[in-house]
């Protein structure tokens, strides 16, 4: 058997000829670039300039009109946007106490920048697979400067909260008098979950960050929609953090691009992901959540991860197609855990053939 830190490199090159079945294969840079070219061409986009006029002054536009909020501020990327959220809002409160799950992704994949960079403490609202609710908030004392939903939360599977346990925690933390941030990354694919619009999400909270490039398969860049006086303050975060670059142009066409190119088609994801979590399940492959809340979800099968990997770069370098990512070990001894993203890859496929597939590689 293959030595397993051989594994990763080999079903990289591998993946890089193969038709992948799960989230999306990306193009060349030439061939994004002409995408890109090709659109700002047709729709007249112009320059900004440190992050004003042009295609950021277009999006920025669009998104806070789509989410129903009076601004919108563009960043580099969504770690800064949430950290310069989080810190503004604090600085209003008057507490660096922020409530947040403990699975969010600014604990474990930020090196512990909010802490560090911002000064923020932290304070779990939720811990491990479980959504917050009005009586997560009210379990934690004293006085607070923000509390911070992330929508899905990712690491538990892209776990959503019902919508009536939303709209109590909003109605808590403004009773409380305690700004409510959202980690947005996602919020395009989670709408169709609560049959919602993205305004009347957008309704519950007073500021969200959202991404360009998951789900909108964008280039790169975050933007956080706000109130127009907490987007002033955000700006000022933005130039001391060395987030306003000359030109965010090539990141905001990726957004506008993919605004029209994606946003319509997240409903038919879920659906198709609902569909071939259902198939897996009579294949012995387990997914959290049972019923995916989004087009991503996690995949557990029986096995050891060396093995299992083993069989998936087999299979690729085989037949010339990726059935999965690779897979880790779970938190349940003998069983293995992968991520699945069903986008327009997946959704042209039989759930039931791809289920098939999936569960030989894994056997």
């Not at 030439?30 to 004003?52: N, V």
């Not at 950021?56 to 998104?63: G, H, K, P, R």
């Not at 009076?70 to 604090?90: E, I, T, Y």
Request: net charge negative.
């Amino acid at each position: 058997m293959t030595d397993l830190p051989d594994l990763p490199a080999r079903f990289r090159a591998a993946s890089a000829t193969a038709e992948a079945v799960f989230w999306r294969a990306p193009g060349t840079p030439a061939q994004t670039f002409r995408e890109l070219a090709a659109f700002a061409e047709e729709h007249g986009i112009e320059w900004d300039r440190y992050g004003e006029r042009g295609a950021v002054a277009q999006l920025e536009s669009e998104v806070a009109e789509l989410l129903g909020k009076p601004a919108a501020v563009m960043f580099p990327s969504g770690v800064m946007a949430q950290q310069a959220a989080l810190r503004s809002w604090c600085d209003r409160s008057g507490s660096r106490r922020v409530a947040l799950p403990d699975v969010s992704h600014l604990l474990h994949h930020e090196q512990d920048g909010p802490r560090r960079v911002m000064g923020l403490e932290l304070e779990w609202l939720t811990t491990g697979r479980e959504t917050p609710t009005a009586e997560s908030l009210a379990a934690i004392g004293g006085r607070l400067g923000a509390v911070m939903v992330e929508l899905p939360l990712r690491d538990a599977g892209c776990l959503l909260p019902s919508w009536d346990d939303l709209v109590g925690l909003s109605a808590a933390a403004r009773e409380r008098g305690v700004p409510f941030h959202a980690d947005g990354a996602r919020i395009w694919e989670s709408v169709p979950h609560w049959g919602r619009s993205l305004a009347e999400v957008g309704e519950l909270v007073d500021s969200m960050y959202v991404s360009l490039y998951k789900g909108l398969g964008g280039t790169s860049g975050a933007l956080v929609v706000c109130p127009e006086d907490l987007a002033g303050e955000l700006r000022t975060w933005r130039a001391r953090m060395g987030g306003t670059i000359f030109s965010m142009t090539t990141a905001a066409v990726g957004g506008l691009k993919g605004l029209r190119d994606h946003l319509g088609r997240f409903d038919a994801y879920r659906t198709w992901a609902i569909a071939l979590a259902a198939e897996l399940g009579t294949r012995g492959i387990r997914t959290f959540p049972e019923k995916p809340h989004i087009a991503t979800f996690l995949a557990y099968a029986p096995g050891e991860a060396d093995a299992v990997n083993e069989r998936l770069v087999a299979h690729v370098e085989e037949h010339g197609i990726v059935p999965s990512g690779m897979w880790s070990p779970s938190e349940v001894p003998g069983w293995v855990v992968t991520e699945l993203t069903c986008y327009e890859a997946a959704v042209d496929r039989d759930p039931a053939e791809v289920a098939e597939q999936l569960a030989a590689v894994v056997a």
